[in-house]
């Protein structure tokens, strides 16, 4: 018996970097995954990679800027399959903008729609579903720059990455006892594409030494498969090898509009 075996996931930003292995993973456990992310071309390719042995996927385009669309699409997954029994809030943006001084109002709403917002309304379209079942686990990848904030993770990112984690502390302390587990991940650099994001993309030596979505998927999959009477609460994740940035923040505090 995998590890998975029964269980009901969704995984937003599934398309791509951590979203994508994670999806792969649960699959490979047993899972039924669902995939969720703004363009359905690559969705649609890993759900063909889980489907070729044996896996079943379905993959939906959901903007989850429009925090609308995202608890739409949470209780649409609900009435199709009866019961979600892990949500990873994977999904994220940051801006290009890094610096407090120069972010404008429109870069701040749309970093904070994806982390906070739409992490928020999809949860919460789940949260009775769970309840009812008595279990059920949400794990949402936040990162580094929560912690320690600062401009290569950028004012926006940094902010909202805090707020989607105090969620899932607000959740541990509200909901624990009714069998709903939250757990955060706390990556530092993790080679992905939103890396392009950033004022001075880092090189491929420099990417070379990061860590690879697959390592966030395992650190995932761990949280997901734990039994029931535990919880990872937290998880901080970071290279072993700790690089110079100090080009890469000297662009980054400089960078306006």
């Excluded at 490979?28 to 995939?35: D, F, P």
């Excluded at 949860?123 to 936040?142: A, C, D, R």
Aim: aromatic share 6%; net charge neutral.
């Amino acid at each position: 018996m995998k590890i998975l075996d029964g269980k009901i996931s969704i995984i937003t930003g599934a398309g791509s970097g951590i979203g994508k292995e994670t999806a792969l993973l649960f699959a490979e456990s047993g899972s039924t995954t669902i995939l969720a992310g703004r363009r359905i071309e690559p969705l649609e390719h890993v759900v063909k990679q889980i489907r070729s042995y044996g896996g079943i996927s379905e993959a939906y385009s959901v903007d989850l800027e429009d925090v609308d669309e995202s608890e739409k699409f949470g209780k649409y997954v609900l009435e199709k399959y009866g019961k979600v029994d892990i949500l990873v809030n994977n999904a994220g943006h940051s801006s290009k903008i890094r610096s407090i001084r120069y972010v404008d109002s429109k870069e701040w709403e749309s970093v904070f729609k994806v982390n906070v917002e739409g992490v928020y309304r999809l949860t919460q379209s789940l949260l009775e579903s769970m309840i009812e079942n008595k279990e059920g686990t949400i794990i949402t990848v936040s990162s580094v720059a929560a912690i320690k904030p600062g401009l290569m993770g950028g004012a926006p990112y940094s902010s909202a990455k805090a707020a989607s984690a105090n969620l899932m502390g607000h959740i541990n302390s509200e909901l624990n006892n009714l069998g709903i587990r939250a757990c955060t991940i706390f990556p530092a650099e993790v080679d992905t594409p939103i890396l392009s994001k950033r004022p001075l993309p880092p090189d491929i030596k420099a990417r070379s030494r990061m860590m690879q979505p697959i390592d966030i998927a395992n650190a995932i999959l761990l949280c997901a498969a734990m039994p029931q009477r535990t919880l990872v609460q937290e998880m901080i994740l970071k290279p072993t090898f700790d690089r110079d940035m100090t080009e890469e923040l000297i662009k980054a505090q400089n960078l306006r509009n």
